[in-house]
């Protein structure tokens, strides 16, 4: 069962159940994979949400094998979900927003209240 405050996710691959996790190597691995310079750079290409279907195959792939799945993004491409092409972009865009968290809401700030002395 995936933990979510690890940035994990549960899917439903071929008719088995994964989790997924974007661990710090995967995310190496992501970053290397599409030319990113580092981790802004890989989360702003996410945030055009634009992603091509090979995107989609690398980040499912890297969202395997950092859960500790032994699985190449070759047998990945075989795979199929029950939803079809809905069901890999759901897949790839839960990983991304449990890895990355919800982007906020435009006009609000990101980060939290700065805690005042008493």
Do not use: W
Not at 48 to 58: G, H, M, P, T, V
Not at 87 to 110: S, W
């Amino acid at each position: 069962m995936a933990n979510s405050k690890r940035g994990e996710i549960d899917a439903t691959i071929d008719g088995k159940n994964y989790t997924l996790c974007l661990t710090l190597g995967a995310l190496a691995e992501l970053e290397g994979g599409f030319g990113a310079s580092d981790l802004v750079a890989l989360a702003s290409r996410f945030e055009e949400r634009r992603l091509s279907a090979r995107d989609i195959l690398r980040i499912i792939g890297c969202g395997l094998r950092g859960a500790g799945n032994d699985i190449a993004d070759e047998d990945v491409a075989k795979m199929k979900v029950s939803e079809g092409l809905a069901g890999y972009v759901r897949i790839a865009a839960e990983l991304l927003a449990a890895t990355f968290g919800e982007a906020p809401e435009h006009g609000t700030n990101a980060n939290p209240p700065t805690p005042q002395d008493a």
